[in-house]
């Protein structure tokens, strides 16, 4: 089991936790995580787009003229891809991009990603972050202290002061241990885990 330490909100050393050896130190696997981040991303997309087939564009029903005599190609309608004004042939349609990925897959690339940022040392336990107001400049001086840049912090629980003081840092992300993403992880170098959501996320990934 990693033992690290853990820091106050002034980065000064306020003792050691022991970090769960199923969740913290497991082989990383790149594909798994690449499968995971895939499914999270297409989870978010939209899937509105569409063109307007034959059925939705205005018009038709009268064919423009006569088969033949005209000089003209013949033509059956004014909604045909070959006109212009006409419809979309194959164009997009509203659907779902997203696709299943079992729970322990998804599990299992959750403890990949806390073991490689834990492996490259950009984990780090805070005992707390107590801000006397919602301020911004008031959190920016403690991630100051903290050395974070691009960090995503992971709080026990809902903190509002924490919350309003954070949201406008730029590169800084809070989240809570059930709301904690595999993307997320990975997109920022720095993992900043409070001390009372170490034992929430070991309790929701550990065996």
């Given amino acids: 089991m990693a033992v690290v330490k853990v820091y106050d909100q002034n980065k000064q050393e306020a003792g050691e936790i022991t970090l769960a050896s199923d969740v913290f130190e497991v082989e990383v696997r790149p594909e798994i995580l ?7 991303l297409a989870a978010k997309r939209a899937g509105t787009h ?3 087939t034959r059925a939705f564009v205005s018009g038709g029903g009268v064919k423009p003229w006569k088969q033949k005599g005209t000089g ?6 004014n909604r045909s891809p070959v006109w212009r004004g006409g419809a979309i042939v194959f164009g997009p349609q ?8 079992n729970a322990k897959v998804r599990a299992l690339a959750m403890k990949m990603a806390l073991s490689s940022r834990l492996k490259a040392e950009g984990l780090m336990v805070v005992k707390g ?21 691009k960090a995503l912090i992971v709080a026990a629980d809902e903190n509002k002061n924490l919350t309003l003081s954070s949201r406008n840092v730029p590169g800084i992300t809070l989240t809570t241990p059930d709301r904690l993403s595999v993307y997320e992880i990975l997109k920022h170098k720095q993992l900043v885990l409070m001390e009372g959501a170490v034992e929430a996320v070991q309790a929701r990934f550990a065996k």
């Fill in 72 to 77: 003209r190609a013949r033509s059956g309608s």
């Fill in 50 to 52: 569409a063109a307007k």
């Fill in 129 to 149: 972050i107590e801000l006397a107001e919602p301020k911004t400049r008031l959190f920016a001086q403690v991630a100051g202290v903290l050395g974070l840049e």
């Fill in 34 to 40: 690449n499968l995971v981040v895939r499914a999270q």
């Fill in 94 to 101: 509203p659907r779902d991009y997203g696709f299943k990925v």
